[in-house]
């Protein structure tokens, strides 16, 4: 039977006790309306309050509910990986669990699919219910990272996408530890294509996006797509040798050809204290790329399952 799967949703959810259930009952709708063999897999994120018993009470009266229990908080790109792994579906969606990416969307999607498209992501046309400041630091991000690398990802889209089961069997074979999801998708190619969407207020609970999330979060995509942060302090180290040299040049001429000096102490410890700041800068810039390598070279697992029988074990093929 689960051979002939033919849509999988991936639902990442983290102390979501509050909405889980309402999307529960709109998903089920939604692909109900479709008509074709599906399965809600629910990823829990080492959630603490009853977000995993309430899955399973769905999973107990409904056989196309499944739940993926990680052992602690691996957090939300790992959550999106796990159930890439166990999606057995020909098409998969990802999709938060706070309905602010509406399941109504996953009808439109598919039709997209079915006209040939392997990706099909959610653009955000309007973002509802979120504070200015998380709206401008996520507009600024997706600009900055456009401007840092290389790989076109698309402005203003989060996880909520469709993909074919070839995009995801070829996501499935990277397994870079500090992932940026919705980049590596872009990386992998294929045919790519967007449907708008205003994303509505989260339907209940609290973001679980705190900004120190968000911090690493930024990291994790700018650093896995482009070194150039590196290249920082190539330029930075000719643009101040380049002012030390013209001042040295103007201190001289004070010197020889007037009869003021150059005043010490002020301009010295200013020289020092800056310099200083911008050497520890480029340090912890070249920080962040030596602890993720570190990360990689450790080569552990990039998730564990609290309870690895109930999932299908044989059915993932990892290539670590
Ligand atoms: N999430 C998760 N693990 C985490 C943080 C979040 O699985 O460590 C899930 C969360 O349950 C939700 C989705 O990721 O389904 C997006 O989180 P949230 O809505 O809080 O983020 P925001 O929309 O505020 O950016
Ligand atoms: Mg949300």
Aim: glycine share 6%.
């Amino acid at each position: 039977m689960d051979q002939s799967i033919r849509y999988s949703i991936i639902i990442p959810v983290y102390n979501e006790e509050a909405v889980v259930h309402e999307t529960y009952r709109r998903l089920t709708e939604v692909m109900k309306g479709i008509g074709e063999p599906y399965e809600l897999l629910f990823v829990n994120d080492g959630s603490r309050d009853r977000t995993a018993e309430l899955v399973e009470t769905f999973a107990e009266s409904d056989g196309c509910v499944k739940l993926l229990d990680l052992s602690r908080n691996f957090g939300h790109q790992i959550a999106i990986t796990a159930g890439m792994d166990y999606a057995r579906g020909d098409a998969i969606v990802i999709i938060d669990a706070d309905l602010q990416d509406p399941p109504e969307l996953i009808p439109q999607m598919i039709e997209k699919w079915e006209e040939g498209y392997e990706v099909v992501y959610a653009k955000r046309a309007k973002r509802k219910g979120e504070t200015l400041f998380k709206k401008w630091t996520a507009s600024m991000f997706y600009r900055t990272l456009n401007a840092l690398t290389e790989v076109d990802i698309p402005l203003d889209t989060g996880d909520f996408r469709l993909m074919d089961r070839k995009v995801v069997d070829a996501m499935r074979s990277i397994r870079e530890k500090n992932r940026f999801v919705r980049g590596l998708v872009s990386w992998v190619g294929f045919r790519q294509t967007a449907i708008e969407f205003v994303r509505e207020e989260r339907f209940a609970g609290e973001t679980k996006y705190p900004l120190k999330k968000m911090l690493r979060f930024s990291m994790d995509g700018i650093t896995s797509f482009s070194y150039k942060p590196l290249k920082l302090a190539t330029y930075l180290g000719f643009a101040i040798s380049f002012a030390s040299f013209a001042y040295l040049v103007i201190s001289l001429g004070q010197k020889l050809f007037t009869t003021s000096t150059v005043a010490g102490w002020a301009s010295l410890i200013a020289c020092v204290l800056l310099l200083n700041g911008v050497i520890l800068i480029i340090l912890g810039i070249l920080g962040e790329y030596v602890g993720r390598i570190y990360d990689e070279t450790k080569n552990r697992p990039l998730y564990i399952l609290r309870n690895s029988e109930r999932a299908n074990p044989e059915e993932v093929n990892l290539s670590v």
